[in-house]
T-cell receptor
Framework: EPEVTQTPSHQVTQMGQEVILRCVPI?????FYWYRQILGQKVEFLVS????????KSEIFDDQFSVERPDGSNFTLKIRSTKLEDSAMYFC???????????FGQGTRLTVV | DAKTTQPPSMDCAEGRAANLPCNHS???????VYWYRQIHSQGPQYIIH???NNETNEMASLIITEDRKSSTLILPHATLRDTAVYYC??????????????FGQGTTLQVKP
């Protein structure tokens, strides 16, 4: 079964540092998403991305966050200057044009210290 | 957005059917009901979705009431590996299958030996 692959699985970073979370979507998928889940809380939508631009973003996705597909394959989430409250699991999800629902990756656990 | 209400937790004996209820009394006529699950902080996994008719796939069955104000996800023979948080989600109006998913707290299903 095809998979969405996320790297790294776990990242520890110091407050104020930049981090880039990477996602390899399922081949031929066109729609890309980032979600996050703070420990013990709900899964929250961050951003959706289609045709090389942001389709929708939540209030969480402020100027500190950015997304891109730099090489047409990987889909990345960048946090420019991490804060303690950015500590969470970050999930990438991708969707093909003929799919009924998105496939999620296994997540990256980001710990900001 | 149509809101869903689920019990916070349920238990089920291994091998028995697990019936997970969901109320979505404000659902509109063209909104689908989706079910996902999340096993121990892994990425959410799509289970099934429906509009009006009952649906069945290899994982589960979905029973939607005639007035569409509630639905039940049925795992016919629950195993220990079905222990997870189950989310009932109504897609935001106009989003189709590409729009964001809004996760609630879900139902934590504990399958017991």
């Amino acid at each position: 079964e095809p998979e969405v692959t996320q790297t790294p699985s776990h990242q520890v970073t110091q407050m104020g540092q930049e981090v880039i979370l990477r996602c390899v979507p399922i081949s031929n998928h066109l729609y890309f998403y980032w979600y996050r889940q703070i420990l013990g809380q709900k899964v929250e939508f961050l951003v959706s991305f289609y045709n090389n631009e942001i389709s929708e973003k939540s209030e969480i996705f402020d100027d500190q966050f950015s997304v891109e597909r730099p090489d047409g394959s990987n889909f990345t989430l960048k946090i420019r200057s991490t804060k303690l409250e950015d500590s969470a699991m970050y999930f990438c999800a991708t969707l093909g044009g003929n799919q009924v629902s998105a496939f999620f990756g296994q997540g990256t656990r980001l710990t900001v210290v | 957005d149509a809101k869903t209400t689920q019990p916070p937790s349920m238990d089920c004996a291994e091998g028995r059917a697990a019936n997970l209820p969901c109320n979505h009394s404000t659902i509109s006529g063209n909104e689908y009901v989706y079910w996902y699950r999340q096993i121990h902080s892994q990425g959410p996994q799509y289970i099934i979705h429906g509009l009006k008719n009952n649906e069945t796939n290899e994982m589960a069955s979905l029973i939607i009431t005639e007035d569409r104000k509630s639905s039940t996800l049925i795992l016919p023979h629950a195993t220990l590996r079905d222990t997870a948080v189950y989310y009932c989600i109504v897609r935001p109006p106009g989003s189709g299958n590409t729009g964001k998913l809004i996760f609630g707290q879900g139902t934590t299903l504990q399958v017991k030996p």
